[in-house]
C-alpha cells in the first residue's frame, strides 16, 4: 500500500502541469538560452566549458524546484483540504506517509537532471566520460535531499496560501545567490562567502567538481548533510508542532 | 453478542473545555447506533477517539478488543471523517484503488463505485467534484476498505435532501452484510429510518440511550387539537378542564397535551362540545430530542469556537 501511495504521489506530479512548465522545461529552455549566449567561451585554464557549467547549474535549478514544489506547496495545501486528516484515519502510518512524500520528491528530481544532462549532450555538444554523466546525476540527486526536507519543513509550517510563494521565493533567491544564475567566479567575494554555505551552490558545486574529473569536496558533502540534517529536524518539529483545527470549528464539536 | 466499541469512563479535555465527560458505552457486533446532539455534545470527539486520531484523558477506548490505532491499521475499522478531504490530483479511481490496497479484505473497485454512485467517474480527478460527488467518494473509500465497523461523522452534511436520500439507500445495503455501523448525526430523521439505537449527547455525556421509539415515547405526549364551533357557549369551560390531559384553548382552538390520546378523543366523542377539524401529533422524536439536550450550553464551548 505504500508504494501504491508513493506511485500516487509522484502520477499527480506529473500530472502537475506548473511542476512540468517551472522545475523540467524552465531549466532546459533556461539552458539552451544561456548556453547559446554566453556558453561559446572555451574556459580558462582550470575552469570549465561555459556549456558545461551552465549545464550543471541548470540540473541543480531544476532539481531544487522539484524536490520544493513537490513537497512545501503540496502538503501545504494537503493539510487545508483535510486529505492528511484522512490518511490519518486509513491504514497507512504517518512513516508510510511521509516516506511516500520524501521518495516522490526525490523522484521527480530525476527528470530534471536528466533531461537537462541530455539537452547538454545532444544539443550543445557536450561530451564526457560516461563515468561523469553517471557520477553527476547520482550526486546531484543525492544532493538534492535537503531541499525536499526543506519542502516537507515548510509545508507543516505555513498555510496554503504561503506555501507556493514563500517555497519559489526561497527557491529563485537561493538560487541567484548560490551561483546557479550568475557563474560563481562572477559573483563578488561578499556573494560568494554567502553561497558557499547555501545549498544551492553546494549542489551544483558537486556536478561541476564531477564535470571537472575531480571528486566533490568534502565540504560539498558536509554542507548539503549539515542542511538536511538541520532541516529533518526542524521538519519534526513543524510536524509535531500543536495546531488549531481548521476552519476554526470549535475543537469540542 | 461481542462488543466491538466499547468506551469506558472516558473524559476528553480541550483547553478549559470538557468535551466528553466520563462517557461511557458499548455497542455490539452488526448494530446500527446513531450518536445524536447538537453542535458541541462531543459527537466529532468520540470519532476521533475511537480512531485513535485523539487520545481520552482518562478511560479507556477499545475497538475489537485492541487499541484504536491498531484496529485502523488492521482496517478493521473505517470512518468518513467530517473535515477530511480528498488527495488533489489523484483520480476518484487511484484514490478507491489505494484504499483497496490499504485494506486487508477490500471490495472490488467496481462495487465499491457501484454502491456510491460513482461508476462513471472513476477517472475524474478528486478535486474536480462536486460538494456532493466528493462526499460520496468518501464514502467509496470507506466502502472499499470493506472493514467491519465503519464510524460516519454527520456524513450527510452539506448534502441536499435527493442526495441524503441515496446515501442512505447506499448505506443501508452495504450495511445489510452484518456491520458495525456508527453515526453521528444531528438530522432526526436520519435517525428514526437508519439506526436501531439512539445515543443522544449533550455536553460531553450521554443524556439517553434507547431505540428511536422509546426515546420517542420518553420525551413527548401527543398532542390532540380540535376547533370549537362556539367556544363561548356557557359549558365550555367546565367540559374542557374535564379533559384528560393538560387543556390550552385560544380562541376556538383547543390543544391537549396527553399521554393517552385515546382516551381524550374518547371523552372528547361522548361529551356534549361541538368541535370539527380533529387532529392527533403523535410525539416527535425532536420535542424528545429538545427536551434531552435542552440547557444552556457552557460559556467556554462559546468562547472557543469564536477564537
Given at each position: 500500500m505504500a508504494l501504491y501511495y508513493f506511485r500516487l504521489e509522484c502520477v499527480r506530479m506529473v500530472r502537475d502541469l506548473r511542476y512540468l512548465a517551472l522545475a523540467v522545461l524552465a531549466p532546459i529552455g533556461f539552458y539552451l538560452l544561456f548556453a547559446t549566449l554566453f556558453g561559446g567561451k572555451p574556459g580558462a585554464p582550470g575552469e570549465l566549458k561555459g556549456t558545461v557549467e551552465i549545464m550543471v547549474a541548470m540540473a541543480a535549478y531544476g532539481a531544487v524546484w522539484g524536490a520544493l514544489s513537490a513537497t512545501g506547496p503540496r502538503i501545504a495545501q494537503e493539510r487545508s483540504v483535510g486529505w492528511l486528516d484522512q490518511l490519518r484515519a486509513m491504514p497507512l502510518t504517518p512513516r508510510q506517509v511521509m516516506a511516500g512524500k520524501l521518495a516522490a520528491a526525490m523522484a521527480v528530481v530525476l527528470p530534471s537532471l536528466i533531461l537537462v544532462c541530455l539537452t547538454g549532450a545532444?544539443?550543445?555538444?557536450?561530451s564526457l566520460h560516461l563515468w561523469q554523466w553517471a557520477a553527476i546525476v547520482g550526486a546531484m540527486w543525492v544532493g538534492s535531499l535537503p531541499f525536499a526536507l526543506l519542502g516537507i519543513m515548510l509545508g507543516y509550517l505555513v498555510g496554503a496560501d504561503a506555501a507556493f510563494p514563500l517555497s519559489y521565493g526561497l527557491y529563485m533567491g537561493m538560487s541567484a545567490i548560490g551561483g546557479l544564475w550568475v557563474p560563481p567566479s562572477q559573483l563578488p567575494a561578499s556573494f560568494l562567502d554567502v553561497a558557499r554555505v547555501l545549498p544551492t551552490y553546494r549542489l551544483a558545486d558537486l556536478g561541476w567538481r564531477i564535470a571537472q574529473g575531480t571528486a566533490p569536496s568534502a565540504a560539498d558533502a558536509a554542507t548539503l548533510a549539515g542542511w538536511a540534517v538541520g532541516l529533518g529536524l526542524l521538519g519534526v518539529l513543524a510536524y509535531r508542532r500543536p495546531r488549531r483545527r481548521r476552519g476554526g470549528r470549535a475543537v469540542a464539536a | 453478542m461481542e462488543t466491538v466499541l466499547a468506551l469506558e469512563g472516558v473524559t476528553r479535555r480541550y483547553a478549559e473545555t470538557?468535551?466528553?465527560?466520563?462517557l461511557s458505552f458499548a455497542v455490539p457486533s452488526g448494530s446500527a447506533v446513531a450518536l445524536l446532539?447538537?453542535?458541541?455534545?462531543g459527537k466529532t470527539t468520540t470519532v476521533s477517539l475511537l480512531m485513535g486520531l485523539a487520545a481520552a484523558d482518562a478511560g479507556s477506548v477499545t475497538v475489537c478488543g485492541t487499541t484504536p490505532r491498531a484496529a485502523v491499521a488492521s482496517g478493521r475499522i473505517a470512518a468518513m471523517l467530517q473535515d477530511s478531504g480528498l488527495m488533489p490530483g489523484a483520480t476518484v479511481g487511484e484514490l478507491v484503488e489505494l484504499a483497496r490496497r490499504c485494506a486487508p479484505d477490500p471490495l472490488p473497485a467496481a462495487e465499491a463505485l457501484e454502491l456510491s454512485g460513482l461508476s462513471g467517474l472513476a477517472r475524474r480527478r478528486a478535486d474536480r467534484l462536486s460538494g456532493g460527488q466528493a462526499q460520496r467518494l468518501k464514502f467509496a473509500l470507506v466502502a472499499a476498505a470493506n472493514p467491519r465497523i465503519l464510524v460516519l461523522d454527520?456524513?450527510?452534511?452539506?448534502?441536499?435532501v435527493q442526495a441524503r436520500a441515496r446515501f442512505w439507500e447506499a448505506m443501508r445495503a452495504y450495511a445489510a452484510g452484518g456491520r458495525t455501523i456508527l453515526f453521528a448525526t444531528h438530522y432526526l430523521d436520519e435517525v428514526d429510518r437508519n439506526a436501531g439505537r439512539v445515543l443522544v449527547m449533550s455536553r460531553g455525556r450521554i443524556v439517553a440511550d434507547g431505540t428511536p421509539a422509546q426515546l420517542r415515547e420518553r420525551g413527548g405526549r401527543s398532542v390532540v387539537g380540535f376547533r370549537l364551533?362556539?367556544?363561548?357557549?356557557?359549558n365550555v369551560a367546565g367540559v374542557l378542564a374535564a379533559l384528560p390531559g393538560s387543556v390550552m384553548a385560544e380562541g376556538d382552538r383547543v390543544s391537549v397535551q396527553t399521554d393517552d390520546p385515546d382516551a381524550t378523543v374518547r371523552a372528547l366523542a361522548a361529551g356534549p362540545l361541538c368541535w370539527h377539524a380533529l387532529s392527533i401529533a403523535a410525539p416527535s422524536l425532536e420535542e424528545s430530542f429538545l427536551s434531552l439536550t435542552a440547557g444552556p450550553s457552557p460559556i467556554s464551548a462559546t468562547s472557543r469556537e469564536e477564537s
Open positions: 545532444l544539443a550543445k555538444g557536450v | 470538557v468535551a466528553l465527560d466520563d446532539g447538537p453542535n458541541g455534545a454527520e456524513p450527510t452534511r452539506a448534502l441536499d364551533d362556539d367556544p363561548k357557549a356557557e
